[in-house]
């Protein structure tokens, strides 16, 4: 299940923010964030909202629960997969088969390309892993 919509409302709700306050804060478009409801937001408009808010998509997606944060990128998104995956010995045809990716879906990562929002929730959920670090973003308690 992805919780990020349920967790953004809350959050702002927490800090008495208006939806229509915060697009302006993040220069985000109102709509974007009103569509929210009805999809997933992308992987760079999710990281710019938890950055906003010094937080974590660990803990916008319930996976942990510190929320202030501080981050340094420090891998790609697809160096830290197939870092993940080496260190639990799972191959890229495996990978591709469980999850049902086609062989191009990797290589597109691999380019610099980031996954779906849905993908990357559905990887860190296959692999156990943190989703802000398999994004490269290694984060210390504020």
Same mark, same amino acid.
């Given at each position: 299940?992805?919780?990020?919509?349920?967790?953004?409302?809350?959050?702002?709700? %927490?800090?008495?923010?208006?939806?229509?306050?915060?697009?302006?804060?993040?220069?985000?478009?109102?709509?974007?964030?009103?569509?929210?409801?009805?999809?997933?937001?992308?992987? %760079?408009?999710?990281?710019?909202?938890?950055?906003?808010?010094?937080?974590?998509?660990?803990?916008?997606?319930?996976?942990? %629960?510190?929320?202030?944060?501080?981050?340094?990128?420090?891998?790609?998104?697809? %160096?830290?997969?197939?870092?993940?995956?080496?260190?639990?010995?799972?191959?890229?045809?495996?990978?591709?088969?469980?999850?049902?990716?086609?062989?191009?879906?990797?290589?597109?990562?691999?380019?610099?390309?980031?996954?779906?929002?849905?993908?990357?929730?559905?990887?860190?959920?296959?692999?156990?892993?943190?989703?802000?670090?398999?994004?490269?973003?290694?984060?210390?308690?504020?």
């Amino acid at each position: 299940m992805i919780y990020f919509v349920e967790t953004l409302k809350e959050v702002l709700s %927490d800090k008495g923010i208006s939806l229509l306050q915060f697009s302006k804060d993040i220069g985000m478009p109102a709509n974007t964030l009103y569509n929210l409801k009805l999809y997933n937001p992308t992987v %760079d408009n999710a990281l710019k909202i938890v950055d906003y808010f010094s937080s974590s998509l660990d803990y916008f997606e319930r996976k942990c %629960d510190t929320f202030k944060c501080s981050f340094e990128y420090q891998s790609s998104f697809y %160096d830290c997969l197939r870092g993940e995956m080496e260190k639990q010995n799972i191959s890229i045809s495996k990978i591709c088969k469980d999850l049902n990716f086609s062989y191009t879906t990797l290589e597109r990562w691999a380019k610099g390309i980031l996954p779906t929002y849905e993908n990357l929730i559905r990887i860190c959920n296959y692999l156990d892993c943190s989703i802000d670090e398999i994004l490269g973003r290694f984060y210390k308690k504020i």
